[in-house]
């Protein structure tokens, strides 16, 4: 929605659980926006568009799923000449660290690099890098892990005795627990790539 209050073009968002979609279109009408918006059900990594068709392919939070380098290749075609991609994804901020947050890390995203890595990806993806810039730790910790931990209590309420929930939300406090203790190796880091 911040997007499209600042842009004249018009926004097609993509997700692949209908209610999020649902909630999307909901918000473009709130906003007035319903004629420049509109969300569809499909995933990232099998998408329905024509070749050279978008401006710019913007994605937070997401790319990991799909993979950095595997991800950036696909949308390329997907961009005009001269379109942009723009992109938040976790690195490295060191290129050692301490084998427990590497582990923890690996285990989750595979490919995750440093900062220079992705930047090489992009490049060899096709991309002049534009701007790489990390995210502010209060992105973490305000906008994330702060609201996760009401969530929390309401989910271990509402399914009290299940072991697959405790286990995710095992999981999630881990999460918190590893960021706090070595954020200073790593983040999440905005990448703007222009098509070449």
Same mark, same amino acid.
């Given at each position: 929605?911040?997007?499209?209050?600042?842009?004249?073009?018009?926004?097609?968002?993509? $997700?692949?659980?209908?209610?999020?979609? $649902?909630?999307?279109?909901?918000?473009?009408?709130?906003?007035?926006?319903?004629?420049?918006?509109?969300?569809?059900?499909?995933?990232?990594?099998?998408?329905?568009?024509?070749?050279?068709?978008? $401006?710019?392919?913007?994605?937070?939070?997401?790319?990991?799923?799909?993979?950095?380098?595997?991800?950036?290749?696909?949308?390329?075609?997907?961009? +005009?000449?001269?379109?942009?991609?723009?992109?938040?994804?976790?690195?490295?901020?060191?290129?050692?660290?301490?084998?427990?947050?590497?582990?923890?890390?690996?285990?989750?995203?595979?490919? &995750?690099?440093?900062?220079?890595?992705?930047?090489?990806?992009?490049?060899?993806?096709?991309?002049?890098?534009?701007?790489?810039?990390?995210?502010?730790?209060?992105?973490?910790?305000?906008?994330?892990? &702060?609201?996760? +931990?009401?969530?929390?209590?309401?989910?271990?309420?509402?399914?009290?005795?299940?072991?697959?929930?405790?286990?995710? &939300?095992?999981?999630?406090?881990?999460?918190?627990?590893?960021?706090?203790?070595? +954020?200073?190796?790593?983040?999440?880091?905005?990448?703007?790539?222009?098509?070449?």
């Amino acid at each position: 929605m911040v997007l499209a209050q600042n842009i004249a073009g018009n926004i097609t968002g993509v $997700d692949r659980y209908p209610g999020f979609i $649902d909630i999307f279109n909901r918000n473009a009408e709130k906003f007035n926006l319903r004629d420049r918006m509109k969300g569809i059900v499909g995933s990232m990594d099998d998408l329905s568009f024509t070749n050279c068709e978008f $401006d710019l392919i913007w994605s937070e939070g997401a790319i990991g799923s799909m993979g950095f380098e595997k991800a950036l290749n696909y949308w390329n075609g997907f961009l +005009k000449k001269n379109g942009y991609v723009a992109v938040t994804y976790e690195s490295w901020f060191t290129n050692e660290r301490p084998a427990e947050i590497e582990k923890w890390w690996l285990d989750a995203v595979p490919e &995750i690099g440093t900062i220079g890595q992705n930047i090489s990806i992009m490049q060899k993806a096709g991309y002049v890098p534009v701007a790489a810039f990390t995210l502010p730790e209060k992105c973490w910790i305000d906008n994330y892990f &702060i609201p996760q +931990k009401r969530r929390q209590e309401e989910f271990l309420k509402k399914y009290a005795g299940n072991k697959t929930v405790e286990e995710f &939300i095992g999981f999630m406090r881990r999460e918190a627990e590893l960021y706090s203790k070595y +954020k200073q190796y790593y983040g999440y880091v905005f990448y703007i790539g222009k098509k070449i």
